[in-house]
């Protein structure tokens, strides 16, 4: 059970490059989630899914596109990178207990980011 | 104002000590209450739900007050290995709001 994959760990971008940073998990979870986390800010919600075919924007969704095809892959895409993308993101996945909100959040290990 | 607000810290304390950090939260229709610790950067990871009536595992305690909107957690005979980033996080239907977190340092 490898849980929550990210790739790549490191990268670094151009500004207007475009990318995709990818994201698996292999628990069956119907929610997904990307966030970033600068110093200082904690942790932003980009985009979410709660299951293949649906998803929607959180807090911090300008730049990202995501799509979700399947229950096990939910990539993050950046359009044409900008040094303010400059981040660690993360992504999570977690079960949606009937009738009630998720419960744990499982995180995958972090992607860094650096644009130019 | 920020979903989430947390005493940023740093609380260094010698092992053996007690700390308690509060988090506060905007939302009063948040539904349901976390703290997740974070090392170095790393993924944060669930340390413990935060139950209405107040909850403990182990050497740490979660209380939340939903009349003031405030989650508190507190650590007790500290180790080392409590050295750590505490994230304080809430659930508003389906979008998790995270504090920026409190810093806690164990010196021997």
């Known amino acids: 059970n490898a849980g929550v994959t990210q790739t790549p760990k490191f990268q670094v971008l151009k500004t207007g490059q475009s990318m995709t940073l990818q994201c698996a998990q292999d628990?069956?979870?119907?929610?997904m989630s990307w966030y970033r986390q600068d110093p200082g800010m904690g942790l932003r919600l980009i985009h979410y899914?709660?299951?293949?075919?649906?998803?929607d924007q959180g807090e911090v969704p300008n730049g990202y596109n995501v799509s979700r095809s399947t229950t096990e892959d939910f990539p993050l895409r950046l359009l044409s990178a900008a040094p303010s993308q400059t981040s660690v993101y993360f992504c999570?996945?977690?079960?949606?207990?009937?009738?009630?909100?998720?419960?744990?959040?499982?995180f995958g290990p972090g992607t860094r980011l650096t644009v130019l | 104002r920020k979903e989430v607000e947390q005493d940023p810290g740093p609380f260094n304390v010698p092992e053996g000590a007690t700390v308690a950090f509060n988090c506060t939260y905007s939302?009063?229709?948040?539904?349901?209450f976390f703290w997740y610790r974070q090392d170095c950067r790393k993924e944060p990871k669930l340390l413990m739900s935060?139950?209405?009536s107040g909850n403990e595992d182990g050497r740490f305690t979660a209380q939340l007050n939903r009349a003031s909107q405030y989650i508190s957690l507190l650590i007790r005979d500290s180790k080392l290995s409590d050295s750590a980033t505490y994230l304080c996080?809430?659930?508003?239907?389906?979008?998790?709001?995270f504090g920026a977190g409190t810093t806690v340092t164990v010196r021997a």
């Open positions: 999570a996945s977690s079960r949606r207990l009937a009738g009630g909100p998720y419960n744990e959040q499982f």
């Open positions: 628990m069956n979870h119907e929610y």
């Open positions: 899914s709660v299951g293949a075919g649906i998803t």
């Open positions: 939302n009063s229709a948040s539904q349901s």
């Open positions: 935060v139950y209405s």
């Open positions: 996080v809430v659930n508003n239907d389906y979008k998790l709001s």
